[in-house]
């Protein structure tokens, strides 16, 4: 048994499809099926069963999948600290959709780092769907997202609500209109904007960030969008955009994931120090800018 055959099985595990995890590890199939034989022959039982929807854990394979999280973890661990600098003690990855790491995920490290200036720190930027994927294989150690899926091996904690506005560059311009920008927030946001806006058509413009919304609407030089106001005030102060009169507010709820079975002292000082900080933000109240002051800057 190899490293390679574990990280192999987890991607099974979690993509249930032999060739989904060819894919994702950039290898054939059939030498993921190798490994999966060889490593099925180590422990004398069957792992997986295929089927026409793909491939599911065996009851033996349900029990090994505990031990490879912890196998991997360890292995990756062993490796990064053996490869790290004597000053530090210990290394924690850590992944975020892209909307939580705008000014947020930021200022958290610099504060984690503070805190704990003899740790290193990997950042990195994905969907949720590639965030918990690395979690359930053991590549990342805690994610932040707003949409997490429920997995074996993982907890979930609720971090902070972000508060979603309908905000426009044109406060005069009838809403709705072809420039409204669809952003994918969650599923969670689609029943929402669904309920609001059961006759709403499909919009002409749907990206699946809200920074890309920001973006087209600053490159345009007009549109609108459901963004966080926890992200849009400085531009609402700034006069770039402008809350949509009797427009509804969404909630999006941000979630903390992180690997249950690991009692790594690093991981763990680490996520106290989010649960405090996230306990900060849910004490913040981000306020719009006075009527006065939109008037000031139109």
Known sequence: MDIDQ?????????????????????????????????????????????????????????????????????????????????????????GARIALCEALLPEWISEIRRAMPDISIRSNIGFEEDLMRSLVEGALDIGLMYDPQHSPGVQIEHLFDETLMLLTSDPEQP?????????????????????????????????????????????????????????????????????????????LPAYLVSQRDNDSLVLQQVLTHIRLLAEQERQKHYSLPAQSEFADAT
């Open 175 to 251: 809403w709705p209109n072809d420039d409204y920008i669809y952003v994918d927030w969650a599923p969670g946001f689609y029943a929402q904007h669904s309920n609001s806006y059961p006759n709403l058509e499909r919009p002409a413009q749907v990206v699946n960030i809200g920074w890309m919304a920001v973006q087209l609407i600053l490159a345009q030089g007009r549109g609108s969008s459901f963004l966080p106001v926890r992200l849009a005030e400085p531009m609402l102060r700034a006069g770039k955009l402008f809350p949509v009169p009797d427009s509804p507010q969404f909630i």
């Open 6 to 94: 574990i990280r192999t099985f987890l991607s099974v595990a979690a993509n249930r499809s032999f060739l989904e995890a060819a894919n994702r590890l950039y290898v054939t199939q059939s030498t993921v099926s190798t490994r999966i034989q060889r490593l099925e022959t180590y422990l004398g039982v069957t792992l997986f069963v295929r089927n026409r929807s793909g491939a599911s854990l065996t009851l033996p394979g349900q029990r090994f999948l505990r031990h490879a999280k912890s196998l991997l973890l360890t292995l990756e661990k062993a490796r990064h600290d053996i490869g790290l600098p004597s000053r530090f003690r210990g290394s924690v990855s850590i």
